[in-house]
């Protein structure tokens, strides 16, 4: 029995590696005469850990079905939209037959008012959507992520001046200051992701900064500081780490809202117009929506999967990093 | 006395912030490219060289730029927020004649959508598990995920089409009767579908965080207290829980108001509805910088106005918070 329980300890429980409070073996003594080098007290253990990790996460991430669902949809949009274009090999903005052709026949989802293929401008459509979300929510997370860690890392008059900034941006309704950006700025792609970037931040600094405030006051912390670790040894190395969980889960929920914030602007007719995006097919074809369903349906479809599959998997991140956190959608 | 120089600091905060919607909105007309006489004028070539004159003298360009954002601001603070040349009117009369219809649409729709997600999450709070947990949670995802212009055009579709029981564009009949309540019946019969279309995206919202709320007061103990003193689930329910589980949501209703003014931007571009959001689009259309800055300030006014309301509502409805001054 005894020997039975020292093998777990060994094997750890999952049989991934030592469990968390295995008693670890003594680290053999240096013998006399062998070069002076203390070997570490506590053994680093990268690879296997990283590994275990992984599995851990995974574990908990696919017993979410719906978050499940969410990935496959997400990765069958990625491929849609990244190999769909070449493969179909109908350019969105040619006019490839008469207009207003009813879905089926030559064209598997119709034409458009001036006799664009809507299946192609769904497929391409997808790369400007999706990458200008993608990109707004990395710069929603970079900005979000250094206004917030050094209010709440530093606390103090920089946290009152940051925090007022942040509110600053709050007053200004999103939408309306990512068009008045785009308006003066000229509609390009980066401008769009710049605009709703920096409409959108706040939120990631507000969490930020509570974790940043919250992880500040706990134990281990203390302990480094105490042993004197530098302000940016323990912003990046003591505290970024566990502050990231949340944090990462909230910027993988600000890719939707990006994709939301960028259908709106291209449907006003703020987005590149020499690229086409889901919003733009709509916007263009709205005058026409009572006769011709299907320019309007297939696109806003596009959007609304898309951002349906990144909110369940954001919700899935959310269950795998944070297993203790209440929020979540279902 | 210190309820007074409470509300005195929120005051302040308020007129600071919109203080700075004036430097934002004086620095993005000065980097914007060109000439910032040609940025007020509207990119539309047709000023004339008096014109450009005129503005020059009145918003002081000639001067330097420090005396500028001083001119700039006293202006915007004495209620001038400058001139659109499209309409050759000042863009506050502009402005104000398009308030009403928005607001009339933001907050029937805000109503609507409270009324609809605490009733929602009540549904979901008092049954937490089991197919009708998981069809609340559909909806609100639902709702959240579809964007307003698809839904608005999907629902002008349907009622405008399919089954057409309501107007799809504009605020008025020609033809109707402008007086009285038959004008009332036909403004609401025009304000059906933008307000269906925005309580739908918001409705989402309330509903998850009231069932969140909810759910969270009912593992308190003053609930069980409730419980044992023999209460039905239904006034355990809406007796005591709904009323604590509310704050969040009155707090939620302040915060929404900006995003729901970006709703209603698109929402009336969508149905034609003659507020604030159609003038934001035409603008953008025109280029009309003055217009669209003198909006971008207008509604950070508005959100400044509904956190400040929202502040003294919770300060009413909240009796702990009273207790800290």
Same mark, same amino acid.
């Given at each position: ?157 920089? =946290? ?9 941006f709050q007053v200004l309704p999103t939408l309306l200051f990512a068009m008045v950006l785009v308006t003066i700025f000229g509609p390009t792609l980066w401008m769009e992701t710049l605009a709703i970037g920096l409409a959108s931040w706040m939120s990631v600094a507000r969490l930020a900064r509570a974790e940043f405030i919250k992880i500040k006051e706990l134990d281990y912390v203390k302990s480094a500081v105490s042993a004197g670790a530098a302000p940016r040894r323990l ?36 987005? =590149? ?58 | 006395? #210190?309820?007074?120089?409470?509300? +005195? ?37 047709? @000023?004339? %060289? ?15 730029? +420090? ?6 601001? #006293? ?7 400058? #001139?659109?040349?499209?309409?050759? &009117? ?8 398009? !308030? ?12 609507? %959508? ?27 995802? @639902? ?59 918001? @409705?989402? &919202? ?29 006034? !355990? ?15 939620? %209703?302040?915060? &929404? ?9 698109? !929402? ?31 509604? +950070?006014?508005?959100?400044? %106005? ?20």
């Open positions: 029995m005894k020997k039975r329980a020292s093998e777990i300890a060994a094997r750890g429980a999952t049989g991934l590696g030592p469990a968390p409070f295995a008693p670890r073996p003594a680290p053999e003594r240096a013998e006399k005469g062998a070069p002076a080098s203390v070997p570490p007290r506590y053994p680093l253990e990268p690879a296997p850990r990283a590994l275990a990790r992984a599995r851990e996460f995974w574990g908990r991430f696919r017993v979410h079905y719906f978050s499940l669902f969410g990935l496959v949809a997400l990765a069958f949009i990625g491929l849609a939209v990244s190999l769909g274009p070449v493969l179909y090999g109908i350019d969105p903005f040619e006019i490839v037959s008469a207009p207003f052709m009813e879905p089926g026949g030559g064209n598997p989802l119709g034409t458009d008012y001036v006799g664009r293929d809507v299946l192609a401008g769904v497929l391409s459509g997808g790369r400007a959507s999706l990458s200008v979300g993608f990109f707004a929510a990395l710069f929603t997370g970079a900005i979000g992520l250094s206004v917030g860690s050094l209010a709440g890392f530093f606390g103090g008059a920089l =946290d009152a001046f940051l925090m007022k900034v942040t509110e600053f912003i990046f190395k003591t505290i970024l780490p566990n502050a990231l969980p949340p944090i990462l889960v909230a910027a993988a929920f600000d890719v939707s809202f990006a994709i939301l914030l960028e259908g709106s602007l291209s449907f006003l007719g703020l987005g =590149d117009p020499n690229q086409m995006s889901w919003g733009l097919i709509i916007g263009q074809n709205k005058n026409y929506a009572l006769d011709a369903w299907w320019t309007i349906f297939f696109p806003g479809f596009a959007i609304f999967l898309s951002v349906l599959a990144v909110c369940l998997v954001s919700d899935g991140l959310n269950h795998a990093l944070n297993p203790r956190a209440r929020k979540s959608f279902s | 006395m #210190r309820a007074i120089t409470l509300v +005195a600091r929120k005051l302040l905060n308020a007129a600071l912030l919109l203080l700075a919607v004036i430097v934002l909105n004086f620095i993005l007309i000065h980097m914007a490219p060109g000439d910032p006489a040609t940025v007020i004028a509207g990119e539309m070539g047709g @000023a004339s %060289a008096e014109t450009m004159a005129e503005i020059r003298a009145r918003y002081g360009l000639d001067q330097p730029l +420090a005396t500028q954002i001083f001119v700039y601001a #006293r202006r915007v603070a004495t209620g001038d927020l400058g #001139r659109s040349y499209f309409f050759n &009117q000042p863009v506050k009369d502009l402005i104000l004649r398009r !308030v009403p219809p928005t607001l009339l649409l933001m907050i029937s729709a805000l109503t609507l %959508a409270a009324l609809v997600g605490v009733a929602l999450g009540l549904v979901g709070a008092a049954w937490p598990h089991g197919p009708t947990a998981h069809l609340i949670t559909f909806f609100s995802l @639902a709702g959240y995920a579809a964007p307003v212009f698809w839904t608005g055009l999907t629902l002008m579709l349907a009622f405008g089409r399919f089954w057409p029981i309501f107007p799809i564009s504009g605020m008025y009949d020609v033809v109707a009767s402008r007086h009285g309540l038959s004008l009332a019946l036909d403004v609401l019969r025009h304000l059906a579908l933008p307000c269906l279309t925005l309580t739908l995206l918001n @409705a989402a &919202q309330f509903s998850r965080l009231a069932r969140a709320s909810l759910l969270e007061n009912l593992s308190m103990d003053y609930i069980r207290a409730a419980r044992a003193k023999g209460l039905s689930e239904f006034q !355990v329910l809406c007796g005591h829980a709904l009323k604590n589980a509310l704050l969040p949501v009155v707090t939620m %209703a302040g915060l &929404q108001f900006g995003p729901l003014l970006a709703g209603a931007v698109v !929402v009336e571009t969508v149905f034609g509805w003659p507020g604030l959001g159609r003038l934001v689009f035409d603008s953008v259309l025109r280029r009309d910088y003055p217009v669209l800055l003198g909006i971008l300030f207008f509604s +950070a006014l508005l959100v400044v %106005a509904a956190n400040l309301i929202t502040d003294a509502l919770y300060h009413k409805i909240d009796p702990r918070t009273r207790r800290l001054f």
